[in-house]
């Protein structure tokens, strides 16, 4: 059994918090929002975020950093991408050298266009720092429905320690080395998929769908290995396989925004219907400042950021798409 503090009670904390109970651990889960942690202790099911997922009596629930924190076996942080820096700054007084933290959250920081990972590093240069992701909807995996992931780690050990912990008969864990392929995979795939919920708002079809997870896919990896991830990693669960799961699923909060405003809303009124953190609305300026850094072509995240952010018709940037100059697919064949 280990002590494990997951800080974040969010849907994929309160998830990941119940699937490391059922696998025998000691589970705390922290939350700074006084009110949800009353919430969680007396109801025990976070009725908002992860309705119908009850959290067993014995899992406790705090409203104290510290208390989230102190002695430890790992740390999982599950608050959104926007407040992962601040909250590993938080973290900073009770953190002990060799901390293992769990990053769950997908996202680019804007001003510093840093990944989780490497913000979480900065503020806790102590800290053994790895990554969970893949396609994995909280509603899914708190229902105990069979899912997979990767585990990122700087160090074999590290990522074998963590699949061991989370791994069990309806979560299976993969190990990875790469990092940066898994987190810059798990971020952009946001973006694609706003512009997969626009192609359903407007009432486009399967074909619309397909042709945007190929292509998003593309671009996500022409930048992923200019950067210095593993091409390997974009063709695998975090990469082709979390970018199929957001564009297409119910639970994508990405897809439901950009369904939205296909449909006509501004993207302030998709978020407020939302209710919940659409990260790729914040990835998307991060993820087009990127493009611009490493000159890489991303025609589908380019025409996303002007519907976001210009006022853009959803229609006039699929039209845009469309009546681009023909291309040869894959650049890398050669004619005979």
């Known amino acids: 059994m280990k002590k494990v503090g997951i800080l974040g009670a969010g849907s994929w904390g309160t998830a990941l918090a119940l699937l490391l109970h059922s696998n025998g651990h000691d589970v705390t889960i922290w939350s700074i929002d006084k009110k949800e942690v009353e919430m969680l202790q007396t109801e025990r099911e976070n009725r908002g ?81 790895a990554v969970l992701s893949g396609p994995s909807h909280a509603e899914e995996v708190g229902r105990g429905l069979p899912t997979t992931c990767v585990v990122g780690a700087r160090t074999r050990e590290t990522a074998e320690y963590l699949q061991e912990a989370f791994m069990n008969e309806v979560f299976r864990v993969y190990t990875s080395p790469d990092i940066l392929g898994i987190e810059l995979g798990g971020s ?61 699923s119910v639970h994508s909060r990405n897809r439901k925004a950009g369904y939205l405003m296909g449909q006509g809303k501004t993207m302030q009124e998709a978020m407020d219907e939302v209710k919940m953190v659409v990260e790729g609305v914040y990835s998307a300026k991060a993820a087009i400042k990127l493009a611009e850094k490493y000159q890489v072509s991303m025609p589908i995240i380019e025409q996303v950021n002007r519907v976001l952010f210009e006022n853009k018709s959803a229609s006039e940037a699929v039209r845009e798409l469309m009546l681009r100059e023909g291309k040869s697919e894959l650049n890398v064949l050669d004619w005979e």
């Open 49 to 129: 975020k992860l309705p119908g997922v009850k959290l067993p009596l014995d899992m406790s629930i705090t409203n104290d950093l510290e208390e989230g924190m102190k002695d430890k076996d790992f740390l999982v942080l599950a608050v959104p991408s926007i407040f992962t820096r601040g909250t590993a700054r938080s973290m900073k007084p009770y953190i002990k050298p060799g901390q293992m933290i769990v990053n769950v959250a997908k996202g680019i920081e804007e001003s510093t266009l840093m990944t989780l990972s490497e913000q979480i590093e900065e503020e806790l240069p102590e800290a053994d720092v």
């Open 188 to 248: 952009l795939k946001n973006v694609i998929a706003l512009a997969a919920g626009i192609a359903d708002g407007l009432g486009y079809g399967d074909n619309t769908k397909a042709a945007l997870i190929t292509r998003g896919i593309a671009e996500i990896t022409r930048l992923g290995v200019k950067m210095g991830g593993k091409a390997e990693s974009f063709s695998g669960l975090t990469g082709i396989g979390d970018l199929i799961v957001t564009c297409a």
